[in-house]
Protein backbone atom coordinates (compact mmCIF):
# COMPACT_ATOMS: atom_id res chain seq x y z
CA UNK A 1 0.00 0.00 0.00
CA UNK A 2 1.26 3.60 -0.44
CA UNK A 3 3.43 4.62 2.10
CA UNK A 4 4.89 7.82 3.41
CA UNK A 5 7.83 8.10 6.07
CA UNK A 6 9.66 10.66 7.39
CA UNK A 7 12.54 11.08 9.01
CA UNK A 8 15.70 13.65 9.84
CA UNK A 9 13.65 15.76 12.47
CA UNK A 10 15.42 16.45 15.86
CA UNK A 11 16.47 19.65 18.01
CA UNK A 12 18.29 22.17 16.56
CA UNK A 13 19.28 25.75 17.37
CA UNK A 14 18.27 29.14 16.16
CA UNK A 15 20.02 30.01 12.93
CA UNK A 16 20.88 26.16 11.94
CA UNK A 17 20.17 23.80 9.40
CA UNK A 18 18.06 20.50 8.86
CA UNK A 19 17.77 18.08 6.22
CA UNK A 20 14.06 16.37 6.24
CA UNK A 21 13.85 12.73 3.96
CA UNK A 22 10.27 11.32 3.22
CA UNK A 23 10.82 7.81 1.78
CA UNK A 24 8.02 6.88 -0.60
CA UNK A 25 6.95 3.00 -1.79
CA UNK A 26 3.29 1.34 -2.78
CA UNK A 27 3.15 3.88 -5.84
CA UNK A 28 5.01 5.46 -8.92
CA UNK A 29 6.87 8.42 -7.22
CA UNK A 30 7.71 10.07 -10.16
CA UNK A 31 4.50 10.79 -11.36
CA UNK A 32 2.97 12.65 -8.72
CA UNK A 33 3.80 15.88 -6.93
CA UNK A 34 4.74 16.26 -3.43
CA UNK A 35 3.88 18.46 -0.50
CA UNK A 36 5.40 19.12 3.15
CA UNK A 37 2.85 20.39 5.42
CA UNK A 38 3.61 21.61 8.99
CA UNK A 39 1.66 21.98 12.77
CA UNK A 40 3.24 23.66 15.76
CA UNK A 41 2.41 22.25 18.35
CA UNK A 42 -1.55 22.54 19.18
CA UNK A 43 -1.90 24.49 16.42
CA UNK A 44 -3.31 24.20 12.76
CA UNK A 45 -2.28 22.80 9.30
CA UNK A 46 0.54 25.22 7.73
CA UNK A 47 1.24 24.27 4.02
CA UNK A 48 5.07 24.97 3.40
CA UNK A 49 6.34 23.49 -0.32
CA UNK A 50 4.99 21.78 -3.03
CA UNK A 51 7.31 20.10 -5.97
CA UNK A 52 5.96 18.97 -9.52
CA UNK A 53 6.04 15.24 -10.02
CA UNK A 54 9.04 15.98 -12.18
CA UNK A 55 11.11 18.09 -10.21
CA UNK A 56 10.93 21.24 -12.30
CA UNK A 57 8.44 23.60 -10.51
CA UNK A 58 8.40 24.44 -6.78
CA UNK A 59 6.30 26.80 -4.57
CA UNK A 60 6.61 27.71 -0.97
CA UNK A 61 4.94 29.71 1.71
CA UNK A 62 5.64 33.36 1.83
CA UNK A 63 7.06 32.27 5.76
CA UNK A 64 9.61 29.65 4.16
CA UNK A 65 10.62 31.40 0.89
CA UNK A 66 14.61 31.80 0.80
CA UNK A 67 14.93 29.56 4.45
CA UNK A 68 13.55 26.35 3.40
CA UNK A 69 14.46 24.17 -0.13
CA UNK A 70 12.46 21.23 -1.80
CA UNK A 71 13.86 18.33 -3.74
CA UNK A 72 13.39 14.98 -4.79
CA UNK A 73 15.17 12.28 -6.36
CA UNK A 74 12.87 10.43 -8.37
CA UNK A 75 15.83 7.38 -8.24
CA UNK A 76 15.33 6.81 -4.60
CA UNK A 77 11.44 7.35 -4.40
CA UNK A 78 12.82 10.16 -1.50
CA UNK A 79 11.53 13.95 -1.03
CA UNK A 80 13.32 15.95 0.82
CA UNK A 81 13.31 19.38 2.62
CA UNK A 82 16.63 21.35 3.33
CA UNK A 83 15.79 23.90 6.02
CA UNK A 84 18.26 26.71 6.68
CA UNK A 85 18.32 29.63 9.07
CA UNK A 86 15.69 28.16 11.11
CA UNK A 87 13.71 29.63 13.90
CA UNK A 88 11.71 29.24 16.86
CA UNK A 89 8.37 29.39 15.06
CA UNK A 90 9.42 26.36 12.49
CA UNK A 91 9.30 24.31 15.55
CA UNK A 92 6.46 21.84 14.14
CA UNK A 93 5.69 18.64 13.04
CA UNK A 94 6.62 18.52 9.55
CA UNK A 95 4.40 15.72 7.02
CA UNK A 96 5.04 14.92 3.88
CA UNK A 97 2.29 13.92 1.69
CA UNK A 98 1.30 12.82 -1.95
CA UNK A 99 -0.62 14.81 -4.44
CA UNK A 100 -4.40 13.24 -4.93
CA UNK A 101 -4.26 12.94 -8.74
CA UNK A 102 -0.94 12.15 -11.03
CA UNK A 103 1.14 14.56 -13.53
CA UNK A 104 -0.39 18.01 -11.34
CA UNK A 105 1.16 20.93 -12.65
CA UNK A 106 0.33 23.32 -10.12
CA UNK A 107 -0.41 23.01 -6.38
CA UNK A 108 -3.17 21.45 -5.66
CA UNK A 109 -5.27 21.08 -2.29
CA UNK A 110 -5.54 17.90 -2.03
CA UNK A 111 -3.21 15.42 -0.40
CA UNK A 112 -3.62 11.71 0.11
CA UNK A 113 -2.25 10.14 1.98
CA UNK A 114 0.25 11.48 4.65
CA UNK A 115 3.19 10.20 6.40
CA UNK A 116 3.44 10.22 10.11
CA UNK A 117 5.24 13.03 10.77
CA UNK A 118 8.99 14.29 12.12
CA UNK A 119 9.46 16.81 15.07
CA UNK A 120 11.56 19.76 14.32
CA UNK A 121 12.14 21.53 17.46
CA UNK A 122 13.76 25.22 16.87
CA UNK A 123 15.85 26.02 20.73
CA UNK A 124 18.84 27.25 22.29
CA UNK B 1 -3.97 34.53 11.14
CA UNK B 2 -5.64 31.76 8.67
CA UNK B 3 -7.06 32.87 5.19
CA UNK B 4 -9.60 30.79 5.56
CA UNK B 5 -12.40 31.54 8.62
CA UNK B 6 -13.57 28.17 10.28
CA UNK B 7 -15.39 27.79 13.93
CA UNK B 8 -13.41 27.21 16.59
CA UNK B 9 -15.52 24.20 17.85
CA UNK B 10 -18.89 22.82 16.82
CA UNK B 11 -20.59 19.66 18.94
CA UNK B 12 -23.50 17.44 18.05
CA UNK B 13 -25.42 14.42 19.81
CA UNK B 14 -24.60 10.80 18.37
CA UNK B 15 -27.22 10.41 15.19
CA UNK B 16 -27.36 14.19 14.71
CA UNK B 17 -25.87 16.30 11.52
CA UNK B 18 -23.34 18.97 12.32
CA UNK B 19 -22.32 21.80 9.20
CA UNK B 20 -18.52 23.38 9.41
CA UNK B 21 -17.96 26.43 7.81
CA UNK B 22 -15.09 27.98 5.79
CA UNK B 23 -15.39 30.82 4.69
CA UNK B 24 -12.98 32.40 1.98
CA UNK B 25 -12.74 35.46 -0.45
CA UNK B 26 -13.57 36.31 -4.08
CA UNK B 27 -10.06 35.26 -4.59
CA UNK B 28 -9.81 31.90 -3.10
CA UNK B 29 -12.98 29.49 -2.26
CA UNK B 30 -15.18 31.27 -5.06
CA UNK B 31 -12.80 31.27 -7.38
CA UNK B 32 -11.40 28.06 -7.32
CA UNK B 33 -13.32 24.41 -7.31
CA UNK B 34 -10.37 23.57 -5.21
CA UNK B 35 -11.39 23.24 -1.38
CA UNK B 36 -11.00 19.93 0.60
CA UNK B 37 -11.46 19.00 3.58
CA UNK B 38 -9.27 17.27 5.94
CA UNK B 39 -10.00 14.95 9.87
CA UNK B 40 -7.25 14.38 12.13
CA UNK B 41 -7.61 12.39 15.14
CA UNK B 42 -5.27 13.66 18.40
CA UNK B 43 -1.68 12.31 17.38
CA UNK B 44 -2.50 11.52 13.93
CA UNK B 45 -2.07 12.56 10.38
CA UNK B 46 -5.11 14.34 8.84
CA UNK B 47 -6.63 12.39 6.60
CA UNK B 48 -8.24 13.56 3.03
CA UNK B 49 -12.04 13.20 3.39
CA UNK B 50 -13.21 16.04 0.45
CA UNK B 51 -11.95 17.05 -2.74
CA UNK B 52 -12.86 19.14 -4.92
CA UNK B 53 -15.93 20.81 -2.58
CA UNK B 54 -17.56 17.42 -2.72
CA UNK B 55 -16.27 14.44 -3.95
CA UNK B 56 -15.01 12.12 -1.56
CA UNK B 57 -12.10 9.77 -1.86
CA UNK B 58 -12.88 5.80 -2.02
CA UNK B 59 -12.98 4.40 1.45
CA UNK B 60 -14.67 7.62 3.18
CA UNK B 61 -18.15 7.40 4.38
CA UNK B 62 -20.73 8.57 2.46
CA UNK B 63 -22.62 10.44 5.68
CA UNK B 64 -19.50 13.15 4.92
CA UNK B 65 -20.61 15.59 2.60
CA UNK B 66 -18.92 19.11 1.05
CA UNK B 67 -20.77 22.22 -0.63
CA UNK B 68 -19.63 25.78 -1.27
CA UNK B 69 -21.85 28.72 -2.37
CA UNK B 70 -20.16 31.84 -2.96
CA UNK B 71 -17.49 31.95 -0.60
CA UNK B 72 -18.11 29.37 1.71
CA UNK B 73 -17.17 26.60 1.82
CA UNK B 74 -19.15 23.50 4.21
CA UNK B 75 -18.62 19.97 5.45
CA UNK B 76 -21.61 17.92 6.31
CA UNK B 77 -21.13 14.91 8.63
CA UNK B 78 -24.62 13.26 9.22
CA UNK B 79 -25.51 10.65 11.73
CA UNK B 80 -22.62 11.36 13.57
CA UNK B 81 -20.82 8.85 15.67
CA UNK B 82 -18.20 8.75 18.16
CA UNK B 83 -15.68 8.06 16.03
CA UNK B 84 -15.90 11.12 14.15
CA UNK B 85 -14.87 13.74 17.19
CA UNK B 86 -11.86 14.96 15.84
CA UNK B 87 -10.10 18.08 14.79
CA UNK B 88 -11.32 19.36 10.64
CA UNK B 89 -9.95 21.66 8.46
CA UNK B 90 -10.58 23.13 5.26
CA UNK B 91 -8.27 23.91 2.62
CA UNK B 92 -8.15 26.14 -1.06
CA UNK B 93 -5.68 28.09 -3.39
CA UNK B 94 -5.04 31.65 -3.07
CA UNK B 95 -2.14 32.52 -4.52
CA UNK B 96 -0.75 29.29 -2.81
CA UNK B 97 -2.33 26.59 -0.64
CA UNK B 98 -4.32 27.87 2.31
CA UNK B 99 -5.53 25.93 5.46
CA UNK B 100 -8.68 26.76 7.59
CA UNK B 101 -7.45 27.69 11.44
CA UNK B 102 -9.72 24.10 12.20
CA UNK B 103 -13.04 23.08 13.90
CA UNK B 104 -12.52 21.06 16.41
CA UNK B 105 -15.77 18.69 16.79
CA UNK B 106 -16.84 17.32 19.76
CA UNK B 107 -19.34 13.95 20.18
CA UNK B 108 -21.62 14.56 23.25
Known amino acids: QVQLVESGGGVVQPGGSLRLSCAAS????????MHWVRQAPGKGLEWVAF????????YYADSVRGRFTISRDNSKNTLYLQMNSLRAEDTAVYYC?????????????????WGQGTLVTVSS | QSALTQPASVSGSPGQSITISCTGT?????????VSWYQQHPGKAPKLMIY???KRPSGVSNRFSGSKSGNTASLTISGLQAEDEADYYC????????FGGGTKLTVL
Open chain 1, 51 to 58: IRYDGTYK
Open chain 1, 26 to 33: GFTFSSYG
Open chain 1, 97 to 113: AKDFFPIVVLPSTWFDP
Open chain 2, 91 to 98: CSYADNVV
Open chain 2, 52 to 54: EGS
Open chain 2, 26 to 34: SSDVESYNL
